[in-house]
């Protein structure tokens, strides 16, 4: 295998167009992982915003992330394909991108730990002093939340997006596996026949879109995140934004895990 | 070969356990195997690497980038790349594994040594301490309960990975829940995940303990 | 005192460090020990493919090996030819189970329906390399097109070439490799029989996934084994009518190194009982009864005295 042949395998308009072409597999790698984490977000912001301004269960908010890091995605697929088959979806979930119903569950299961993990933090991270003065000021408790408690926490809840934007955009490879598409099918598919190029362009192709999603979502904070927060953000800089300083596991041995990142797949 | 509709199916048949004691005990030292040796590894070049980044600050960036490509590389393709080379040596697993965690350690041994007050490094230099000696001899020490945090989430992310490299024929107990997929019996998947789930379970909270032990000082001053 | 500490911490993690080598090291060293056994016969790393079927053949060779004295470690369920055979040729393993079809067509010969041509031009292929194949057994486990009955019903499907007509109003789903092997599809026409399905899915060699999809409806036709397939009884098979499957018997593959006279003729003792009634019967127990490929062999050895 060379830099040539791969440039070859790219450069053959065969590997492009067709059921089996990168157009086709990478849109429903692509459309699979923005439905899951669009429905991850709906279910797990506002468990974590809800718990987060009541400032309540953390032990909850802190061991389901690592309870979702210790579940294994393959196993996980593997019930899901023998619990619900692999029938084409109804047309209506397939016009909103969700081409395999165990995939799309898996993901979606994936996606949620990092969510409501990092909602709750940056909502209970809230100074108490902050959230006492908008209270004097009159505001309710839906307010503090959508006024001020939302808008400080958007960097990690962003940051809990991006974490499982990119865990899903890995894990949905896998899929292969279990008879269905997405950009999977180039590593599997290569991995079945010995066929280097394939696996290598598979792989490239996956790394390329992990790294994409993570530029488009670090360009949406850009957007969410209020001016005043984004000076402390990039001092945190944007790796680190899910792993605050103030995490520092020698402060607490629950915090430190609290906001970790990905879990390639 | 025909076959009757199949009836039935628990979701542990505990005779099917009694008879694979000893296959499950050698699936999970294979397991434990690849991700200890991913983490060793893993740890062996991590640390010289980010003592390096924290000494010569311009190649934070790089080394982070590096690490995070390498991370964004899907095991299955990474394994499969490898099998014409490494063949089925545990190197086809543990190759790609070790590039996962440096990614997480590096973070994490950074944020450690980055974490240590001005103050005390101010004092280690009153009391003789400069340039590397200071660096080996206060700050890494420092930055010990941030490693073993960083030790948590890469053996934790292993454990529930290496069930993946049983389809390149690496062993471990992803080999149950590929037999038992594959045969549509139960068991051996329900085994296999449980398995995995409990030893993510022990591995995080046994490295906890080890955190504790080894940073007496910080128990009471957890939020301090 | 700080600072005492702090070494402390320091020498705790590195010894923390060197014991969890120490223990690794010993996990690994006692497993790879038992290879290397000192007996006179030699050691033999026996592989399979990722069927229960030629698991099945895999063990039958390894066990009845092992009942002669030699040292067998098993690497059982690796994948399909194209990543076993090249394990083979690296010798990662010494010997493996394969079907003398498949793989005459995996080395680009041109198979046909008899079972020694298809095993003579295997050997021819292998002539000069340095591995060698001893067979074949009279089992014959090969790709077949299997529709549900009121599919079959539907459009009066009795053999494949009955799909031609229809193919493009119907989905065919098979393993992974299926596109890029001729006995399954070759390409997205079928040459042989000129068919054009509607869609192909890539779901698994023979095994849950094209059931569950055959069952669902998801694929109208699905590629299974014969032999070593769950084939529910509403499964019609389609007859192969213009021959594009061909004789498909189990073969040892064995590193010319290992492969002695009494290897060889150990094997034979093997392929010489392994018809299709004992192959199908040992893989109805694996996926019925649940049983283990090697236990399931285990008992069919002993009953017929190739292993005591």
Redesign the interface.
């Known amino acids: 295998m060379s830099i040539q042949s791969i440039l070859d395998w790219f450069d053959n308009g065969d590997h492009w167009s067709g059921p089996e072409g990168i157009v086709h597999l990478l849109w429903q790698h692509v459309q699979i992982s923005v439905i899951a984490v669009l429905v991850a977000t709906l279910i797990a912001l506002p468990i974590g915003l809800f718990f987060g301004h009541h400032r309540r269960g953390s032990f909850v908010a802190i061991n389901l992330a690592n309870i979702g890091r210790a579940l294994p995605a393959l196993a996980l697929l593997l019930f899901a394909v023998e619990r619900f088959g692999v029938a084409d979806p109804p047309a209506w979930m397939q016009t909103i991108g969700i081409g395999s119903i165990p995939t799309f569950l898996v993901l979606v299961a994936l996606a949620i730990p990092p969510i409501v993990t990092n909602t709750f933090a940056g909502v209970s991270g809230v100074d108490p002093e902050t959230v006492d003065a908008a209270k004097g000021m009159g505001m309710g408790g839906g307010q503090v939340l959508r006024r001020v408690e939302m808008p400080l926490a958007s960097p990690l809840i962003m940051a809990g997006i991006r974490t499982s934007a990119v865990a899903v955009v890995a894990t949905a490879t896998l899929a292969a596996i279990v008879g269905w598409g997405g950009l999977g099918r180039y590593i599997y598919d290569g991995y079945r026949v010995q066929d280097d190029q394939r696996i290598f362009a598979g792989a490239l192709l996956v790394a390329l879109l992990a790294i994409s999603v993570e530029g488009v979502l670090a360009l949406v904070q850009r957007f969410v995140v209020p001016k005043g927060l984004r000076l402390a953000a990039r001092a945190d800089d944007d790796d680190a934004a899910r792993r605050p300083r103030s995490a520092n596991p020698g402060l607490a041995p629950g915090a430190a895990i609290e906001t970790e990142p990905v879990v390639p797949t | 070969?025909?076959?009757?509709?199949?009836n039935g199916d628990t979701l542990v048949?505990w005779s099917?356990v009694n008879d694979?004691t000893g296959e499950i005990r050698q699936r999970i030292?294979?397991h434990?195997?690849l991700v200890?040796?991913s983490l060793?590894w893993g740890?062996v070049l991590a640390l010289p690497i980010a003592l390096l980044v924290h000494r010569f600050h311009g190649f934070r960036g790089a080394a982070?980038g590096v690490t995070?490509?390498l991370?964004?590389?899907?095991?299955?393709?990474?394994f499969?790349?490898l099998?014409?080379y490494t063949?089925?040596?545990q190197y086809t697993a543990i190759i790609p594994l070790t590039t996962?965690t440096l990614?997480?350690l590096l973070?994490?041994i950074l944020?450690?040594l980055?974490?240590v007050p001005g103050d005390v490094l101010e004092a280690a230099e009153g009391m003789g301490y400069s340039g590397s000696r200071r660096l080996l001899?206060?700050e890494?020490?420092?930055a010990?309960?941030?490693?073993?945090?960083g030790l948590?989430?890469a053996a934790?992310?292993l454990?529930?990975?290496v069930?993946?490299a049983?389809?390149?024929?690496q062993g471990g107990l992803?080999?149950f829940?590929?037999?038992?997929?594959?045969?549509?019996?139960?068991?051996p998947?329900t085994v296999?995940?449980v398995l995995?789930?409990i030893m993510?379970?022990l591995a995080?909270a046994l490295l906890?303990l080890?955190?504790?032990?080894?940073?007496?000082?910080?128990r009471r001053t957890?939020?301090? | 005192m700080r600072k005492g500490r702090m070494r402390f911490s320091g020498r705790a993690l590195g010894a923390m460090l060197v014991g969890f080598a120490l223990v690794l090291a010993a996990c690994s060293s006692s497993g790879s020990s038992s290879s290397s056994g000192t007996a006179t016969k030699s050691s033999l790393i026996v592989g399979s493919k990722d069927f229960a079927g030629a698991q099945l053949i895999s063990q039958a060779y390894g066990q009845t090996l092992a009942g002669k004295g030699y040292k067998i470690t098993y690497k059982d369920n690796i994948g399909p030819t194209e990543t076993v055979y090249p394990l083979l040729e690296n010798g990662d393993i010494d010997l493996y189970g394969e079907f003398s079809g498949t793989f005459l067509t995996y080395l680009k010969g041109q198979p046909s329906s008899n079972s020694t041509q298809v095993f003579d031009a295997v050997q021819q292929k292998l002539a000069g390399k340095n591995i060698v194949a001893v067979g074949p057994a009279t089992a014959q486990d090969v790709n077949a097109f299997y529709v549900l009955k009121k599919t079959a019903d539907k459009y009066n499907l009795k053999k494949v070439s009955d799909l031609k007509p229809v193919a493009n109003k119907l989905v065919f789903g098979g393993p992974a490799e299926c596109l890029d092997r001729p006995l399954c599809l070759g390409t997205t026409e079928q040459q042989l029989y000129g068919l054009n399905f509607k869609e192909v899915k890539k779901l698994d060699p023979g095994g849950p996934i094209t059931n569950k999809a055959l069952d669902d409806g998801t694929i109208d036709v699905g590629l299974l084994f014969t032999g070593s397939s769950v084939i529910k009884p509403d499964y019609v098979l389609l007859k192969d009518d213009k021959g594009l499957q061909p004789a498909d018997n189990p073969i040892a593959l064995i590193n010319k190194p290992k492969a002695t006279t009494e290897v060889r003729a150990i094997i034979k003792t093997v392929n010489t009982k392994l018809d299709s009634a004992a192959y199908n019967e040992m893989a109805l127990k694996v996926f019925n009864d649940k049983e283990d490929p090697s236990t399931v062999v285990t008992a069919w050895l002993k009953k017929n005295g190739l292993i005591k």
Do not use: C, K
């Open positions: 070969m025909v076959l009757g509709a199949y048949d099917w694979h030292v294979e434990l195997q200890g040796w060793l740890l982070l995070g490509i991370y964004t590389i899907p095991s299955l393709a990474a499969a790349l099998l014409p063949g089925l040596s996962y990614l997480i973070r994490n944020a450690g980055d974490a001899a206060v890494l020490p420092l010990v309960p941030s490693i073993i945090a948590r989430i934790v992310t454990i529930g990975l069930p993946v049983a389809l390149v024929g992803g080999t829940m590929l037999d038992g997929f594959n045969r549509d019996f139960q068991t998947l296999g995940t995995v789930v993510a379970i995080d906890l080890v955190q504790r032990l080894v940073t007496p000082w910080n957890a939020r301090a």
